[in-house]
């Protein structure tokens, strides 16, 4: 069963882009978001098995949805893919909880490959107990 991934984006190319890509490699992608708000709301419904997040978005911006994320399901690991990588980014992630950070410039292979190790990582340490969002 392919693993499910719920994306954040706020610019509609960029999530066409990055769905494709992941569908192409065999994951399957259960849903996106343009917003931070929007985000928790899907995630709650959709129960992704990782979640690839924006930082710069309207509303409610990544940091902001990652902190809400971690509060409400600090087992769906979150991959930041964002423009805005610097080391102010990499320690308010690190304190999120977040699994990685990766630079849109880095491009979709290497956010492939980190979303496999994750995920791989994941399963490897232990079945699925994942709460559900709300629980």
């Known amino acids: ?30 849903g996106e978001a343009a917003a931070g708000a929007e985000a928790l709301e899907k995630a709650a419904t959709l129960h992704p098995d990782l979640i ?45 909880g977040v699994k990685a950070v990766v630079s849109k410039s880095d491009g979709l292979p290497k956010l492939l490959a980190c979303i496999e190790a994750i995920l791989e990582s994941d399963a490897s340490d232990s079945p699925d107990t994942r709460p559900h969002i709300g629980d």
């Open 1 to 30: 069963m392919p693993k499910r991934i719920l994306i954040v984006e706020d610019e509609a190319s960029v999530r066409r882009a990055i769905h494709a890509f992941l569908e192409h490699h065999h994951f399957e992608i259960c």
């Open 52 to 96: 690839v997040l924006d930082l710069s978005m309207p509303g409610m911006n990544g940091i902001e949805a990652a902190s809400m994320l971690k509060t409400r399901a600090p087992s769906i690991p979150v991959v930041i893919y964002t423009m805005l990588q610097d080391s102010l980014g990499k320690s308010l992630s690190a304190s999120l």
